[in-house]
């Protein structure tokens, strides 16, 4: 299995360029969440200038961010098979990480192939307790460097943030199997 910074990578690579299989933008995900609102939090303010009892937040690592761009928050999986089944059979033979790449890279559809399994596995790991760190690198990305934001910023200006998803995924991406065998095609 790869590792999960050159899986974070690959994926602000990937989604740079617009190659994500969700069908375009301007989608909503939902609703507007204010901060201190919620379920029995009457009498509390949404913001400055409001009456009544802070909620408290604020601040902090994981502060919300509107900016959703170019790198998204929320990632989707791709439920679409793309990669070859002689692509994963040769995967289980592979022990490092230039043995994987060798495999995908020789899979007849090597860009989409790869491309779903790096979304997968980033999909797979926030589910699993990371999207917190995920959204906060995000946000580094869109705010400080959107126009660069490959290695260069992610391994300098958004390196805390990164730092922080990187170990959070590397404790969960092993529980990610299913996720990533949902790009091979059955044999």
């Not at 989604?15 to 375009?24: E, H, M, N, P, V």
Request: proline share 5%.
């Amino acid at each position: 299995m790869r590792k999960i910074g050159t899986t974070l990578a690959a994926c602000a690579m990937l989604l740079a360029l617009g190659c994500d299989s969700r069908g375009g933008g301007g989608t909503d995900a939902g609703g507007i969440v204010l901060m201190d609102s919620g379920p029995g939090m009457t009498g509390t303010d949404a913001g400055p200038g409001m009456t009544g009892t802070d909620a408290g937040g604020g601040g902090g690592m994981f502060a919300p961010c509107t900016a959703n761009s170019p790198l998204p928050q929320n990632i989707a999986s791709s439920s679409t098979p793309v990669c070859a089944a002689s692509t994963a059979t040769c995967l289980e033979g592979c022990a490092d990480n230039a043995c994987a790449d060798a495999c995908i890279m020789a899979d007849p559809n090597a860009t989409m192939c790869n491309q779903c399994i790096v979304i997968n596995q980033l999909s797979c790991v926030n589910t699993m307790g990371c999207q917190a760190q995920w959204a906060e690198v995000a946000c580094c990305v869109n705010t400080t460097c959107p126009t660069d934001m490959m290695l260069g910023c992610i391994d300098t200006t958004c390196a805390a943030a990164n730092s922080a998803w990187e170990t959070c995924a590397d404790g969960v991406v092993s529980g990610c199997g299913a996720a990533i065998s949902a790009c091979f095609m059955a044999p």
